[in-house]
């Protein structure tokens, strides 16, 4: 790593390590976000090309707005990277796409990676700072090394986990017969236990709970963290009425349930707010090292607050990939009474592009 992109890696995680409490101003991540472009723009010759055709330069962008967005759907035609690929350290595909080639994102170095995912993770699940046995229904990052939130798990665990947590897929299979085993033993020991996992998974949890006739009545403390869709890997359930499962099957409030936001293409995650705040909200509050923009789509202009249009985010801990990147997800956001901005998701929308925004191999020379 030259001396350059030490210094501005330095940069940013300088801004990581000071927390999510912390108050960055306007003009410091303007210009922090403008030189990760400007690092961007001069080290991966597809997004320079794209920057170009549309007129986009270090040199004409005043402000991290107006910072070009990288489709995702360009992560899978190209390896949108700011260091030869050979040189990788991790290679994290998308799941449950509608076409053939799953999307890639390669990290230079898990540093940034890894420094992302605490304060924020700790912050909105673990504000009593509880050191938790974590049951965790997703597949180990040694069954998994190319799925992001297995990798995520496997920080969150060792960092904040307690001795006995313990993975609850393998080989590809949720061990439904372990697992409530396990949450017969946290019961009966009134130990609370911290649940994550994706919503399918835990429809097939309450699915067999009510198959086998269970319900359990986990001790005060206990929370779960839920993430992503159900993909055509279970019935679909609507939110209220999943989190309503956790009311009925284990004993967890609603108030204990937080929801997760995060994507293969982006380094940082996002929670709301409902443990920190003891009620239940879908606002999703973003790190001071990130921003989220509400586009409209007919205008690729930023929408007014709580107007829907899809979600764009402005991620520094992408320092080696692409910072801006355009999601097919549609939302709302706001800013909160603490002056923090926060965004809703409302969902997938499926083919929808941003005026404007189009990267992929057919529109895209690289000389």
């Known amino acids: 790593m030259d001396k350059s992109a030490s210094e501005l890696q330095q940069r940013v995680l300088a801004m990581i390590s000071r927390g999510v409490a912390d108050r960055t101003t306007e003009v410091d991540f303007n210009q922090l976000a403008r030189d990760v472009f400007a690092f961007q723009y001069e080290r991966c010759a597809v997004y320079r090309a794209y920057c170009e055709r549309r007129k986009q330069t270090p040199q004409s962008v005043m402000h991290w707005k107006e910072i070009p967005a990288t489709p995702t759907s360009a992560f899978k035609d190209f390896a949108l990277t700011c260091f030869p690929v050979a040189e990788a350290v991790a290679e994290f595909h998308t799941s449950g796409t509608t076409r053939d080639m799953a999307g890639k994102h390669f990290l230079a170095t898990r540093e940034l990676y890894h420094a992302a995912i605490g304060p924020n993770f700790a912050a909105h699940l673990l504000p009593d700072y509880a050191r938790l046995p974590m049951m965790v229904l997703v597949p180990s990052p040694e069954e998994a090394p190319h799925s992001s939130l297995s990798h995520m798990m496997g920080v969150v665990m060792e960092e904040f986990g307690a001795d006995d947590s313990a993975y609850y897929v393998d080989g590809g299979q949720l061990l439904l017969e372990k697992l409530v085993r396990d949450l017969c033993e946290a019961q009966w020991a009134h130990q609370p236990v911290f649940l994550l996992g994706t919503a399918f998974a835990f429809v097939h949890l309450f699915d067999h709970l009510q198959q086998q006739n269970l319900k359990f009545e986990m001790a005060e403390g206990s929370r779960a963290m839920e993430t992503g869709g159900f993909k055509g890997r279970s019935r679909e359930v609507p939110k209220a009425d999943l989190y309503a499962l956790f009311e009925r099957g284990l004993g967890i409030p609603t ?16 929670y709301d707010g409902t443990l920190r705040a003891g009620k239940r909200t879908d606002w999703k509050v973003v790190p001071p090292w990130a921003r989220v923009l509400v586009i409209d789509p007919n205008t690729g202009r930023e929408a007014a607050e709580n107007e829907r249009g899809l979600i764009r985010i402005f991620d520094l801990a992408n320092l080696w990939s692409m910072m801006s990147v355009q999601t097919e997800d549609l939302g709302i956001a706001r800013v909160s009474d603490l002056g923090v901005t926060e965004f809703e998701v409302l969902g997938r929308a ?3 592009e941003v005026r404007g925004c189009s990267l992929n191999a057919e529109n895209i020379v690289v000389e």
């Open 255 to 270: 108030t204990c349930i937080v929801s997760e936001y995060g994507m293969t293409e982006l380094s940082t995650q996002f």
């Open 350 to 352: 499926a083919g929808a």
